[in-house]
């Protein structure tokens, strides 16, 4: 399976753009799958306009980002410009705000904080790994939120817990 996600700076790069989601209740990246015959590129602008209701350009591409292990897919990482729209939330998103890159939330799991950081240096686009998701990590994550590891795993295999619960658009 492939992935695709997208870095979204407010206008002077100093906050980016965080969905939190609904199956598994942190602050993430904007993005997902591609659908049957789906570019990339097609996907990402897709995707942030779905999860956040805000229209955006590619500015470019961060990086391409390869699987070590069964628990991360393939991820292309683009940035993009705002260029219309307002936040929203959908049925997969508990809330959409753009925080300081100073103070990021506490709970985004990994990778996501490494993809910020590789855009926020602007450089020609990375080739890495995804070694910041290992099981290891998710042996050590099940102790201190158990709920969140086993959300993510229900959603991996197919069974998200979409709650409804309070929405809340800045």
């Given at each position: 399976?492939?992935?695709?996600?997208?870095?979204?700076?407010?206008?002077?790069?100093?906050?980016?753009?965080?969905?939190?989601?609904?199956?598994?209740?942190?602050?993430?990246?904007?993005?997902?799958g591609?659908?049957?015959?789906?570019?990339?590129?097609?996907?990402?602008?897709?995707?942030?306009?779905?999860?956040?209701?805000?229209?955006?350009?590619?500015?470019?591409?961060?990086?391409?980002?390869?699987?070590?292990?069964?628990?991360?897919?393939?991820?292309?990482?683009?940035?993009?410009?705002?260029i219309?729209?307002?936040?929203?939330?959908?049925?997969?998103?508990?809330?959409?705000?753009?925080?300081?890159l100073?103070?990021?939330?506490?709970?985004?799991?990994?990778?996501?904080?490494?993809?910020?950081?590789?855009?926020?240096?602007?450089?020609?686009?990375?080739?890495?790994?995804?070694?910041?998701?290992?099981?290891?990590?998710?042996?050590l994550?099940?102790?201190s939120?158990p709920?969140l590891?086993?959300?993510?795993?229900?959603?991996?295999?197919?069974?998200?817990?979409?709650?409804?619960?309070?929405?809340?658009?800045?």
């Amino acid at each position: 399976m492939y992935s695709i996600a997208g870095v979204v700076f407010n206008q002077d790069r100093t906050e980016v753009l965080l969905i939190e989601r609904r199956d598994v209740p942190v602050w993430t990246l904007p993005g997902g799958g591609l659908e049957p015959l789906e570019r990339p590129e097609e996907a990402v602008l897709r995707e942030i306009q779905e999860e956040t209701g805000l229209t955006v350009s590619i500015a470019r591409l961060v990086g391409s980002y390869a699987p070590i292990n069964r628990l991360s897919r393939f991820t292309q990482v683009f940035e993009c410009i705002p260029i219309g729209g307002a936040l929203a939330i959908s049925n997969e998103t508990r809330g959409a705000k753009f925080f300081p890159l100073n103070q990021l939330p506490r709970l985004i799991p990994p990778p996501f904080r490494e993809w910020i950081d590789d855009a926020v240096k602007n450089a020609p686009p990375v080739h890495k790994k995804i070694d910041s998701v290992t099981y290891s990590a998710l042996a050590l994550n099940l102790f201190s939120h158990p709920i969140l590891v086993l959300r993510f795993l229900l959603a991996r295999l197919g069974c998200p817990i979409n709650t409804t619960g309070v929405d809340r658009v800045p």
